[in-house]
């Protein structure tokens, strides 16, 4: 293997084009092989090896500086920078991060995993190196899907500005995680369809040099184009066409579904295994009320920001729904205000999103959104702790979202609450609501919810006991009924347990009455603790003598922790809550 | 008076071009006059009178829909639909917000006031009009400046792929509220130079229908450009160049000064005073260690993001530091990412901002800055309860900023303190910092700070009592020495007073140490209660006997309310306070 004789980006110096384009498919078959088997970035990393092959041929990293955008394409740029091993040995597949991470290695500058970001950070990068007076070329590498952030933009506004190196590959796979969507993308066909040589071009607009490259998966064509701008004292614009998936026909084929893939994907003989969607799962069950709710109601509209595979909507549901979904791009903080505009203007507005993602948003969220009290409903998805990496928690959403004035954030706990409450954030006027969706199993109740929503901040008692209440929030329900159970075998405590199902305000009246006849309560959160749901009921029992244990996520950014080790770190357990509670009565 | 047949935009309809001309003049005096008394956006509302006649006159608000972007020119918008008494009438100067409010009228959409929103919102309610199957023009107004927004960019994005009438009146005055920053602005430079003519074009790579009025303050040239493109069924953007400040030559002279006044900046003559630069303030304190920090230290930066005359950081402050000084337009997010990146890469950026446009940038003070823990420095100015309009309201940085992992929120209680954490904040290299610029007069304790900021968490023990301490966090320590006083006096309880300084972690020695003495713990801090500093108290008490008192605000959105009646509210006042004590002791 070619491979076996580079371990650092100097020894690809040493190697011919053809050696270049062996070590390529020697890196294609490994990357295959490993996220066939772990999960991960598929069609991003084979469609960029070329480019980051011939990157490190031209420049020298660590020296030169690489900001690779979002950075779940960066396993090439691993494997070249002394990291194969989590490649070739699939003891070591967990090794490694599938983004960049400083800790590994000097070539990574940033952890990263949000996208739209490269191009501010490589702006600062250049502007620091311009400070100290020292000599070097920085290159961002971004997507033209990442392009549609917000963020992108101002950096590009910005970098333009710079007197001096630096570099923005635009890898343009003409894909985002799903199709493209906005106006920008015309502009970038245009230049696709001329070879670049279109003169209206959005990067040229913006003040850029522009250079373009046909085929961003042919080494010599990228090694000839990266040359003739290395050491450019101006901000200029490489834009390259690469195809996402290449070399590997399921990837290419099915561009959308192998953006991200779970495990065994492929089968032996590398063909694309059926993929079913799930039944009986909180996506299922949202889907279904979707399309009915879609054909009974004309105004209703489902809005999307690019990441449709969170929540299973592909491509056949999105096309039953028409005009009737909107996809903005990776654009959250449009997709608040064009949401919200749209509830105040009399349609049905429903904005599914990541918890990670939601954080895109905030300034939106208070200002286009509560402020003016539009009655979008909103899904927040994947909220809870668990073992992701730390660019992808989503445990901060509960502080982000349940402070802001006038938001109704809503924990459903199982099947029956989560479609009531769907079916009334959708249909109301008065409020701005989110739905936290479970992130558990989705579980029946066997009997409908017939709560009315609209009356706040009511919790639901759902047994009456004594001394002890546990109040379980959403996902952490089904802990609450174990610590329930835990209590009474024991201590003998017959506890009373509470499904808050409001996280934006507290039920005064049975919070007060709580005090007659218990010393304790137990507030359970599948979150950061600073700033969520537990601190309110400790703030309002804080002058009371009714004694409060909050449990929920410590504040800090885990990575990759296995969440059984997390929850016993944050005492998320039965057992380790009897031991409090014992230390207590 | 023409004005006086003006009592809604119908009546703009009967009157000629002669009598349009004189009512712009009327309009014009109007504003002048009253905004040298009370204060507010001055050169914005006198550049854009003869466009908003034009747009009633040719449009049929409220049918069609207006939306304008920051919303901080609507003044003659507001006069032409209703509200002229507020402009008429000295007595009623106060009687309508600077900014759209739709609680004051039909003609106005939505609520608005930080910038960049106003695409994303048209695009909401063109889309809603869609589904409904209505029809109406929707036209939003937007700035250059406000351009530089990725919320604005991702608006265009998304508004051009609208395959219906919406129109963006782009209003070119070649100014942000200070100069424009970004390579954009080259290209409207070129557009304005070539008459819209030039085939580079911003809005037409983004698939915008593009047209150009060379002389936005014509009003006979912007009914003839409006009626051309009224009832398109094409994404169209109008680009129009008008003069910030028009008809007002000291304005027109000071673009920068009169983006925004206090009270009688104009003398009897029209004729501007002088304005002297504070001094003895934070702000003249920042300035001076910013200069002497950046004569010290070539790798020193300041960053800002366009609101400069919020910290007085004037032309020639900002000449002084040449290259040691980036403005990156109002693009919050990309100033975080990139001064993340500047401090990782070892410059020393200082970025200041203010507490309301902080929100625009939660994910990258997690993902960009805190995640990667840059040593950033930041400064957050006007943080705290004030009786400003709802949609610049201070109270949420705390909430914001301090529930993030790695970040250090400081809250200072004097000038040496400030200097100190200043100082630390720069030059360290460990920690992501922010610095909670007090919102109160500059006061010296007399004597130099000499504490070592590195040690995280360590809260100032400033006079030991018993039973009762007060925690006064930033601004509020004053008050807090109130309350200890009061407390005194009426009870003869010979409390203890702590300055927590750091508002991102409490000190549990002390914390725990006080429980051997002492009864109830006071929380004093100058924003919302939810989320906030009071509750981490709150929490960390939960479960001792330590009661505990939290004070701050509401969670909501006071419009304008007297921040005496706020306090009051809040009971944020010694004698209030008192009371509660009384009851729990």
């Given amino acids: 293997m070619i491979l076996d004789k580079v ?14 384009n062996v070590l390529a498919n020697e890196i294609r078959e490994l990357i295959v092989k490993k996220v066939n088997t772990i999960g991960g970035h598929f069609g991003p990393n084979l469609g960029i090896i070329e480019t980051t092959i011939a990157m490190h041929y031209v420049f020298n990293s660590p020296i030169d500086k690489f900001i690779f955008d979002v950075s779940h394409q960066c396993y090439t740029h691993k494997i070249l920078t002394g990291r194969k091993d989590g490649y070739t040995n699939p003891d070591n597949y967990l090794k490694y991060s599938g983004f960049t991470a400083p800790q590994e290695s000097e070539h990574d500058l940033f952890t990263i995993g949000h996208t739209s970001t490269s191009v501010s950070l490589a702006t600062g990068v250049a502007k620091a190196r311009d400070l100290k007076g020292e000599k070097y070329n920085v290159v961002a590498l971004i997507g033209d899907g990442s392009l549609s952030g917000g963020e992108a933009f101002e950096g590009l506004d910005n970098a333009s500005t710079l007197d001096s190196n630096i570099i923005i590959i635009v890898n343009d796979n003409d894909m985002s995680i799903a199709e493209n969507q ?3 993308y015309n502009n970038l066909k245009l230049l696709r369809d001329t070879n670049g040589q279109a003169e209206l071009n959005y990067f040229k607009t913006l003040g850029f040099n522009y250079s373009f490259v046909d085929d961003g998966n042919n080494i010599e064509k990228m090694i000839r184009a990266l040359k003739s701008i290395k050491d450019t004292n101006k901000p200029t614009v490489l ?8 070399g590997c026909k399921p990837a290419v084929d099915n561009k959308e579904i192998f953006h991200w893939i779970a495990p065994n994907i492929l089968d032996e003989n590398g063909n694309m295994r059926e993929i079913k969607p799930s039944v009986n799962t909180y996506n299922s069950i949202t889907k279904e009320y979707i399309l009915h709710k879609a054909k009974e109601d004309k105004k209703f509209i489902l809005i999307g920001a690019s990441t449709p595979g969170v929540f299973e909507f592909d491509k056949e549901f999105r096309a039953k729904l028409g005009k009737q979904y909107t996809d903005v791009g990776i654009a ?3 997709a608040i205000a064009y949401s919200s505009a749209l509830a105040k203007q009399g349609a049905r507005p429903l904005f599914p999103v990541m918890s990670s993602f939601i954080q895109r948003t905030y300034d939106q969220l208070s200002q286009d959104l509560c402020l003016n009290k539009s009655p979008l409903a909103m899904l927040v998805f994947w909220g809870g702790i668990s073992s992701a990496d730390c660019t992808h928690l989503c445990i901060f959403d509960i502080p982000l979202i349940s402070n802001i004035p006038n938001m109704v954030y809503l924990a459903p706990t199982n099947k029956e609450e989560y479609l009531k409450m769907l079916d009334w954030g959708v249909n109301q006027t008065e409020h701005p609501v989110a739905i936290r969706v479970p992130s558990v199993p989705l579980k029946s109740a066997g009997v409908e919810d017939t709560t009315d929503y609209s009356i706040l901040n009511k919790f639901k008692l759902v047994s009456e006991g004594e001394k002890v209440a546990i109040i379980g929030l959403g996902s952490f329900f089904g802990l609450a009924e174990k610590v329930k159970k835990a209590l009474q075998e024991k201590f003998g405590i017959n506890s009373t347990l509470i499904n808050p199902r409001f996280i934006t305000g507290v039920d005064e009246e049975l919070l007060n ?3 007659r006849t218990h010393k304790l309560v137990i507030t359970l959160e599948d979150g950061v603790l600073d700033g969520g749901f537990g601190e309110k009921i400790s703030r309002f029992y804080s002058s009371s003598d009714i004694k409060v244990l909050n449990y929920g996520a410590k504040k800090e950014f885990p990575d990759r922790v296995p969440i059984d080790e997390l929850y016993t770190r944050y005492r998320l357990k039965p057992e380790l809550i009897c031991e409090d509670v014992q230390k207590l009565l």
Same sequence: chains 1, 2.
């Fill in 513 to 515: 009455d709580l005090k």
């Fill in 7 to 20: 371990n650092s980006p100097d020894d690809l110096k040493n190697l011919g084009l053809n050696e270049l």
């Fill in 332 to 334: 959250e903080e449009h």
């Fill in 182 to 184: 906005g106006g920008l």
């Fill in 239 to 246: 834009h390259i066409v690469t195809e996402k998936g290449h």
